[in-house]
């Protein structure tokens, strides 16, 4: 009597398998015999590629200098996912020299929602167009403060290229993403003159940098 319990036991529990596995394929699930092989940093790499508009120059870093970098809170979801575009974008250019690492808790590095709740100065002083700001670092920490009341239909994204630029320790220039002045078509990519600083100031070649094209 408990050898035929056993056995039918057993059949239930086939059947129980069979059954949760029609349900799995049928939710959309997928059921394989290995697992999946981590990628490569070259893969990661190509992965964050923003468009066809940006440069392929293979990865040749020997070794990466990981920024560590705090959101932080008073960001909608749709900032924040503009914020996570713009890091993606600049890792991408970076090539594996540096990589920006959002982190949760304290870091040297953040970007922070503030506002402005003074009045505006006079017509004429450029405080009264501040968007952002990312001052030099202090007491070991760089915080780029974005003034969201002010932001109105402007892209994140973009302003956010020109101020993890600044974290990187580019000064403004004459034109590029890193232009003084909020522009959507000089800001809208990492352009070569921003990689060809950026590169001077980590003592590559340019070569080893990616950046947008057209």
Known sequence: MSTVTGHVAKARNVIGFAVWLAVLAFLGGCVRDEYPVARS??????????????????????RTEVMPVRIGDGFTAYERARILRAVNEWNYALNGHVRFEIVSENAPYEIVA?????PNPPPGLRLRYLLASTPPQLNGRTSSQVF???????DLKALMLHELGHMLGLPHAREGVMSADYDLVEWRCIDKTTAAALAAKLN?????LNWCEG
């Open 204 to 208: 590559l070649p340019v070569g080893q």
């Open 41 to 62: 940093a070259v893969h990661e790499i190509d992965a964050l590629r923003p468009g066809s508009s940006y440069t392929t120059n293979g990865v040749a870093a020997l």
């Open 148 to 154: 969201v009341q002010r932001l109105g239909n402007r």
């Open 114 to 118: 503030s506002s402005l709740k003074a």
